[in-house]
């Protein structure tokens, strides 16, 4: 119940993520299906996206998308634009399906990343894998870690469950539809996010969100996927506490490549 309600709070509060929805002429959202991704479980974006706005959503793998058969490829001139949604995923992307990123970004296209949990019994998600964070931190400045940020203080019913109200009222993610100082955006086991203090050239790095000061990080993954009561998820000594990203933005001004990660 906790992660239906944190998946749909989610999908409407950033659906002014995927592009401005003043932009007219015809678009297309291409949803990439990975191992255990969030995509199918997504329905309320997929909803505005093609009955408020009229845009063309489908699922895709990433090499489908470069496919000179398929129906809907990239870079298809019908389309005035597109995206790319990562909805999770614990599976590290191929350097094939890496390579077709990176490709994509360097030709100016969007990408919204939403950083799936890494609470499995691998530890792994496809946001917090090496090769895509060792791009992203090379290409765009950003980083998203696999320690799970918990908080006490700001949440809803639990600590995993933390709640944002840090949000960046100048950017358009975050602020449009919405009143100054009544935004929230309510997170599920969350990785954290750094963002390079220097910018790699031509690179605008904005953050979006941010947890609260009573923030906390849990490296070790076992103690909150064994917790057996609420009291072990309580900060311990050696936790990293503070304010962490929870959201982002970067974009590359010369080649128009943009990236948003939640």
Not at 40 to 59: E, F, Q, S, Y
Not at 252 to 260: A, C, D, L, Q, S
Request: charge should be negative; hydrophobic fraction near 35%; charged fraction near 15%.
């Amino acid at each position: 119940e906790d992660e239906a309600l944190v998946n749909n709070a989610i999908q409407q509060d950033l659906t002014n993520a995927i592009m401005e929805a003043t932009a007219q002429g015809q678009f297309i959202a291409y949803f990439i299906t990975s191992r255990e991704s969030e995509g199918a479980d997504m329905t309320a974006l997929k909803d505005i996206l093609t009955n408020r706005w009229d845009w063309t959503v489908v699922d895709a793998n990433l090499t489908q998308l470069t496919s000179p058969n398929y129906e809907y490829p990239l870079n298809d001139p019908n389309f005035d634009g597109q995206v790319i949604i990562i909805p999770g995923g614990s599976a590290p992307l191929t350097d094939e399906e890496l390579g077709i990123l990176e490709n994509y970004l360097a030709n100016g296209g969007d990408l919204v990343l939403y950083a799936g949990t890494n609470l499995n019994p691998d530890q792994t998600s496809l946001a917090t894998s090496q090769n895509l964070n060792d791009y992203l931190e090379a290409n765009f400045g950003l980083r998203i870690h696999p320690e799970v940020l918990l908080d006490t203080t700001q949440a809803y019913q639990t600590p995993l469950l933390p709640i944002s109200t840090n949000l960046n009222t100048s950017a358009l993610v975050t602020s449009i539809g919405v009143a100054r100082g009544q935004g929230v955006l309510l997170y599920q086991a969350p990785n954290y996010i750094t963002v390079a203090e220097t910018a790699p050239a031509n690179v605008t790095t904005t953050t979006l969100s941010s947890s609260s000061d009573s923030a906390y990080l849990i490296s070790d993954l076992s103690r909150i996927m064994n917790a057996q009561s609420p009291e072990e998820l309580l900060p311990q000594s050696g936790d990293t506490t503070g304010r962490f990203v929870l959201g982002a933005q970067a974009e590359n001004t010369e080649t128009g490549g943009r990236i948003v990660v939640f």
